[in-house]
């Protein structure tokens, strides 16, 4: 029985709900609530994006955490990265995910709260809210990353060398410095 689960996709049966009991089995068996389709998106992403609001609640009262980033960048990416045809990717991404979504926009990060602000789903926006999703989450890790690249771009060209090629007054500069 096991096998069989972990080869169909949480994102099936959320897509072709009315099929909560099935979940609800699932998550009582302890298959993962966080497990990623293998293009990256998670089972509460598409329940927030469709506006499936009992499976919403259901995943999160089971522990789903509503700040994990999407994995799905684009359709050409992950197709890249995968070695599938962008077309297979395509597919998968509006049948098991939303059509409604611009096939040439950039989802990387982005959030359960993210996608229902997206597609205006008031109520899972107020439920996701209501269960601690962080509507700066990707702010945060974008300051991280920002934060690092900055770090490293100082490391690698500290402020004295800087002044100096900019300044081209090395004798002033090594006496202030000094």
Aim: include cysteine.
């Amino acid at each position: 029985m096991l096998s069989q689960i972990s080869q169909i996709t949480h994102q099936h049966f959320i897509v072709s709900m009315p099929k909560r009991m099935k979940i609800l089995r699932l998550v009582k068996k302890g298959v993962d609530v966080n497990k990623r389709h293998r293009y990256g998106w998670t089972s509460l992403q598409v329940a927030a994006m469709n506006g499936n609001l009992s499976v919403l609640e259901l995943l999160l009262k089971s522990d789903a955490d509503p700040d994990l980033g999407d994995n799905f960048s684009s359709v050409y990416k992950i197709a890249k990265e995968k070695r599938a045809h962008p077309l297979k990717v395509w597919s998968a991404r509006e049948k098991e995910f939303s059509e409604r979504l611009n096939t040439a926009a950039l989802f990387s990060n982005c959030t359960a709260l993210h996608y229902a602000v997206a597609t205006d789903e008031i109520e899972a926006v107020e439920i996701l809210l209501k269960h601690g999703a962080n509507p700066q989450s990707y702010a945060i890790k974008y300051e991280q990353k920002q934060e690092e690249i900055e770090a490293e771009a100082r490391r690698r060209f500290p402020l004295d060398k800087e002044l100096k090629v900019y300044c081209c007054q090395e004798g002033a500069i090594a006496n202030v410095s000094a």
